[in-house]
């Protein structure tokens, strides 16, 4: 304690010398007198520790600094507390951490505005160095104050100029919150806003309704007025008088002022006066004074009417009552002269019906005008509008000239759409289908054909076709979230089950065709069918997770100029791509495959069906997306269920339906001698390898050609029974030697 005493009583002595220092300078010298202090960064600070300054010499007008007068001790304290917290921030680690100090320079404003704009200047000057100049020093990086928000209002605007910042903790006026003229100030006080509006609060809550306002001149008393005026307007409180005082009290007839507005409140206590409240009577209607001293004498319409000769001019067709707002008749005779009144036009334009507006042209009177039919989505529900009013566009809609607002009608992919219902039945068709051709398969298991076909693979293939089937249903009705994303992942994920079938289908054929017996032993020892499709459809899934996971399938609504459609968002395109793209390149590996086997045996000869199927797959895609794009409304769905159709149905008829009509109508060759037969005619047909030795004309040598054929049967089966033949032919010279055969069968596992 004993330390602190002693530091502010250094401060306050030096301060004092430093001010009285600069009162003693010479009138002619315009530096103004500060408290400084050095530092690496420099902060102003700007206080009224003087109340006024003495008044200008008469005939004097060069610049000078006017002495301040009448010490305040309350700019005192606020220096000394400016100048404490500098020093308790240069003790702080942060600053000492990166050996920064903070200095100061602090100037009176002495209450007066002239003696601000002066220190303003000076501390705006402190970082502009000129050669021979004596004010040359630290810039100022931010200024603190000023009290009075007349004095702040006026170096703001100088500040403002080179963006210093300025800090006022009592300048309180509304204006200095306009940051489009006073961008670089901030104060640690509420404005004036809340000052009157609490101020009107207070009244209201006790009831005094008849007030007087007394302000002092300047920015600051006539911000404040201004606003409480707002305020207390807003709550029925009425101003009886305002008294405007001068903002010094050594001003020239402060005293008189004073003492008036003393006066004035004495005298004013109260795949009103007397005479308000006053009622008086006059010919038996009953008189008194309004709140605003208005009688509440209505007025008389005459008609006057001509005979040719001369007009009456008395004719009293009707009274205007003041507090109603109507007219009253005066008598029954004159209520039909009155009506008649209504009958004569006198209007510049005609009236604008419901539907138009009024449009006056620039220059021209306000009542002639033209009628103007409203323009899309506005509408005007009255005779002779000024303006057209405005639909809510994300509900409501209307035509050129509406008189109303049509409210928008939601649509999506009904289920009593006409195109819907063919959709679905399509799907349901081809769900009854799908478990026909799954009970005839499992009733025809053990046969060849069934075999041929894929065995358990082929009720993989149907189980995903009915899923697939399901997922196409998903696309009409109304959507929601979890419609939006199970149509696709369902898709997805059934359709590549689908594919990946069939790509093992393709691959097994082509491997058990293979006529090199070297590539053939590799590729039964890498073939893993159950483990193909798991990988295949895994990759899948993946992909349906990471689409769920970040921008997920969900409800939109389209805000349509008439309608609002509601459906489905694919959330990432690119995704959606993305998992379109995987199966079209399993589709598109298995037409490569399917395509290489196309000449192999009629009962093997899948390949052909596979290929048409997965051609039909590809082009119905690439076809999807211009048409997907370019259609419109609420058919988006139904383009991309189509899709989903014809893929499940080229899969159906084209791998299914021809194995189904053999079961069915050629019994005949759904047997294993018939299938030994097709292989036999096959083998004979085919020819791997040809292999010639050359010889020379001088040398006579024998040549022989092999040509030897290898033709597996029933592949897709776990084992089957395989025929070699080989056509071995020696020949003794080009056109003649012996041919033979030699066959054997043997036990394969495919």
Same mark, same amino acid.
């Given at each position: ?12 002595? !030096? ?40 008044? +200008? ?38 600053? +000492?951490?990166?050996?920064? *100090? ?5 100037? =009176?404003?002495?209450? =007066? ?73 901030? +104060? ?74 003393? *006066? ?8 009103? /006066? ?12 009953? #008189? ?20 040719? +000769? ?9 009274? #205007?009552? !003041? ?5 009253? #008749? ?68 209307? =035509? ?88 696709? &992942? ?36 890498? @073939? ?26 969900? /409800? ?22 993305? &998992? ?68 499940? #149905? ?12 053999? &079961? ?20 004979? /047909? ?52 012996? @041919? ?11």
């Amino acid at each position: 304690m004993p330390w602190t005493a002693l530091i502010i009583c250094s401060h306050l002595t !030096l301060l004092t010398v430093i001010l009285e220092t600069g009162q003693a300078a010479a009138e002619n010298d315009t530096r103004v007198p500060a408290a400084t202090a050095p530092g690496d960064v420099i902060i102003g600070g700007m206080f009224s520790i003087h109340e006024d300054v003495e008044k +200008r010499k008469k005939g004097s007008f060069e610049p000078q600094i006017q002495p301040c007068v009448r010490f305040k001790n309350r700019g005192l304290v606020h220096t000394l507390a400016m100048i404490n917290a500098i020093e308790v921030m240069n003790k702080q680690p942060q600053l +000492r951490a990166v050996n920064i *100090t903070l200095g100061y320079r602090i100037t =009176d404003s002495c209450s =007066d505005v002239s003696t601000a704009l002066r220190a303003t200047t000076d501390f705006l000057k402190q970082g502009q160095c000129h050669a021979g100049s004596s004010n040359c020093g630290q810039p100022i990086m931010a200024i603190i104050g000023a009290a009075l928000s007349e004095t702040s209002i006026a170096i703001a605007r100088q500040l403002t100029l080179q963006m210093v910042p300025q800090i006022s903790c009592t300048s309180t006026a509304v204006s200095l919150s306009d940051k489009s003229r006073f961008p670089a100030f901030m +104060r640690t006080i509420p404005n004036d806003l809340h000052q009157t509006a609490a101020m009107a609060h207070l009244l209201e809550c006790n009831n005094w309704t008849w007030v007087g306002i007394i302000i002092t001149d300047g920015s600051y008393g006539r911000s404040a007025l201004e606003s409480f005026t707002s305020s207390a307007s807003n709550k029925s409180i009425c101003v009886a008088f305002k008294w405007i005082l001068p903002v010094f009290v050594t001003s020239e007839g402060v005293s008189y002022a004073i003492k008036q507005t003393a *006066t004035e409140i004495l005298q004013n206590p109260k795949v009103n /006066k007397a005479l308000s409240k006053q009622e008086f009577e006059l010919q038996g209607k009953i #008189y008194m004074f309004d709140s605003n001293g208005d009688i509440n004498q209505g007025y008389e319409v005459v008609m006057w009417q001509s005979n040719g +000769r001369e007009v009456d001019v008395h004719n009293f067709v009707a009274e #205007y009552d !003041l507090n109603t707002n109507s007219f009253h #008749y005066t008598n029954r005779s004159t209520i039909q002269k009155f009506i008649n009144l209504k009958n004569i036009f006198s209007k510049c334009s005609n009236s604008c019906k419901p539907g138009q507006s009024k449009k006056t042209a620039e220059g021209q009177h306000t009542c002639c005008y033209e009628c103007i039919n409203c323009a899309k989505n506005y509408y005007s529900n009255g005779i002779d509008m000024d303006q057209c009013l405005t639909c809510d566009e994300g509900k409501e809609w209307s =035509d050129e000239g509406s008189s109303n607002c049509t409210p928008k009608a939601q649509i999506y992919f009904s289920w009593h759409d006409g195109f819907a219902v063919v959709l679905l039945t399509f799907a349901a068709m081809g769900i009854v289908l799908v478990f026909m051709v799954s009970a005839l398969f499992f009733h025809k298991r053990a046969t060849p054909v069934v075999k041929a076909a894929g065995g358990p693979l082929s009720q993989v293939i149907l189980f995903s076709l009915v899923i697939s089937y399901v997922s196409a249903v998903l696309f009409v009705g109304r959507p929601n979230g979890i419609q939006c994303k199970a149509q696709q &992942m369902m898709f997805g994920i059934s359709f590549t089950l689908c594919i990946s079938c069939i790509l093992v289908k393709s691959l097994r054929i082509l491997m058990a065709f293979q006529l090199n017996p070297a590539v053939q032993v590799v590729l039964r020892q890498v @073939h893993k069918p159950y483990v193909t499709v798991g990988i295949v459809v895994g990759l899948q899934v993946v992909i349906c997770i990471c689409w769920l996971a970040l921008r997920s399938p969900s /409800k939109e609504i389209l805000n349509l100029p008439k309608t609002l459609l509601e459906r489905c968002n694919k959330g990432s395109y690119v995704a959606f791509g993305v &998992m379109l793209g995987y199966i079209a390149i399993l589709a598109f590996v298995c037409f490569i495959c399917a395509f290489k086997g196309r000449k192999l045996p009629q009962h093997y000869n899948e390949a052909k069906f596979i290929t048409f199927s997965t051609l039909l797959f590809l082009i119905s895609w690439l076809l999807f997306i211009p048409i997907y794009v370019t259609t419109p409304g609420r058919y988006i769905s139904a383009v991309e269920m189509t899709v989903i159709l014809i893929s499940n #149905y080229s899969i159906l008829s084209c791998h299914f339906f021809p194995k189904c009509f053999t &079961m069915l109508f050629k019994k005949e060759k759904n047997t294993e001698s018939a299938f030994r037969k097709n292989l036999y005619e096959y083998s004979n /047909k085919s020819v791997d390898s040809v292999s010639w030795s050359s010889w020379s004309e001088s040398q006579s040598s024998s040549q022989h050609v092999i040509i030897s054929t290898l033709s597996p049967v029933v592949p897709p089966a776990k084992s089957a029974v395989v025929t070699d033949c080989k056509d071995t032919t020696t020949f003794k010279g080009l056109y003649r030697g012996q @041919h033979s055969w030699h066959c054997h069968s043997r036990r394969s596992s495919i």
